[in-house]
Nanobody, 132 residues
Framework: QLQLVESGGGLVQPGGSLRLSCAAS????????IGWFRQAPGKERERVSC????????NYADSVTGRFTVSRDTAKNTVYLQMNSLKPEDTAVYYC?????????????????????????RGPGTQVTVSS
């Protein structure tokens, strides 16, 4: 069965950190572009980051640039989203998603990369709440 599962969400105080994990089963994440998305109540879904199939030069939303970092562990078939200096406005359900695409320009040049529906696989999401 092909699936993605996120973990690592929770409640954290402003200024704190969390690391989200996105584990794949049934397929190799290294063969896919990986997107992280989030959706807060009453707000539109936002693409937080996008990593191409090579894993190089991830793309980040302006709202998280300098605070969030995406990385990949091919041995564990897992992608991580390290979130530092968290703010209350980061509160949302976070999703990871995977798309089989070889074009290194996918994350930067394809408007469709901004939409979760573009990706073939997605996880159920993990809640992140930033509050004092």
């Amino acid at each position: 069965q092909l699936q993605l599962v996120e973990s690592g969400g929770g409640l954290v105080q402003p200024g704190g950190s969390l690391r989200l994990s996105c584990a794949a089963s049934g397929f190799t994440l290294g063969d896919y572009a990986i997107g992280w998305f989030r959706q807060a109540p009453g707000k539109e879904r936002e693409r937080v980051s996008c990593m191409s199939v090579s894993g190089g030069h991830p793309n980040y939303a302006d709202s998280v640039t300098g605070r969030f970092t995406v990385s990949r562990d091919t041995a564990k078939n897992t992608v991580y989203l390290q979130m530092n200096s968290l703010k209350p406005e980061d509160t949302a359900v976070y999703y990871c998603a995977a798309k089989s695409v070889r074009d290194e320009a996918f994350c930067y040049s394809y408007p469709s990369s901004n939409y979760l529906t573009t990706y073939a696989y997605r996880g159920p999401g993990t809640q992140v709440t930033v509050s004092s």
